[in-house]
């Protein structure tokens, strides 16, 4: 899912490997396996409520890039389109088979969800190839910055799929790639891209922010009650790093945040 940005100090991705990389620094929940941890119903709920909103975004990442692969230029950028999505509908069969194997029935997990993805995907259809790319370069990486904050709060199992699921699929460098090379044979497309990618951004956290509101296990772990380490105050700081980020990624397109 993830579409990185250029920057070598993205902040999320600064966090996820320190979380690799010093394990034993972990302390409540995430300091524990599934099994100890689902012991919390309500931590459980959160958890459920979280893979099923990130299936829901995988599966609909596949059905959007195949989407776009049908706006592309050249047959090799529509083989590439098709490729990555096939990487977003396998990392949504790893969601779904999890939630299986922890008893949880996929659909119903998803269900809550999809209206608010499906609404944003509607309001931020692209009209073209480029406004297409930066949709999913821009919609993406700030959905894998959300995801990769909270899964430094997960139990052990749940945070390591989390964190697969975010994988690359070649998405990020293949949209900077193209959208910068055609700002440079037609400087005009970098206002308009900019305006698009500032309204992705706003929709985006709008949508985020409206679907937590509206689940209480969601929301109770990101402001402290159930997961590790989270309290108003981080929830504005985890905020203040995901619009960073973004300002970083728009650079890395040639267009001003």
Do not use: C
């Not at 100090?9 to 995430?30: L, V």
């Not at 959160?46 to 596949?62: H, N, S």
């Not at 995907?121 to 821009?138: I, M, N, R």
């Amino acid at each position: 899912m993830e579409t990185p940005d250029q920057a070598p100090d993205h902040s999320a991705d600064e966090a996820s490997a320190a979380d690799a990389a010093a394990p034993e620094q972990h302390t409540g929940i995430a300091a524990q396996d599934w099994a100890t941890a689902s012991a919390d119903p309500q931590y459980r709920a959160a958890v459920v409520d979280l893979l099923g909103a990130l299936a829901y975004g995988e599966l609909a990442a596949f059905e959007r890039l195949a989407d776009d692969a049908k706006l592309a230029p050249t047959l090799g950028d529509k083989a590439e389109l098709a490729k990555m999505a096939s990487a977003e509908f396998h990392h949504f069969e790893r969601l779904r088979d999890r939630l299986t194997a922890i008893e949880e029935e996929p659909t119903a997990a998803m269900e809550p969800f999809a209206k608010a993805l499906d609404d944003f995907h509607h309001q931020t259809a692209p009209s073209d190839w480029l406004e297409g790319l930066v949709k999913a370069y821009v919609g993406d990486s700030i959905a894998s910055d959300f995801y990769r904050e909270v899964a430094v709060h997960l139990d052990s199992d749940t945070r390591a799929l989390v964190l697969a699921v975010l994988d690359d699929t070649g998405h990020g460098n293949f949209a900077v790639e193209k959208v910068r090379a055609a700002i440079e044979a037609d400087p005009r497309l970098g206002g308009r891209l900019a305006l698009w990618a500032r309204r992705l951004m706003g929709e985006a956290l709008s949508q985020a922010q409206r679907v937590v509101a509206e689940r209480d296990a969601l929301s109770t772990m990101l402001v402290g009650g159930v997961a590790d380490g989270f309290d108003l105050a981080a929830v504005g700081a985890m905020f203040t790093r995901i619009t960073k980020a973004h300002t970083k990624r728009m650079a890395a397109l040639g267009l001003a945040a």
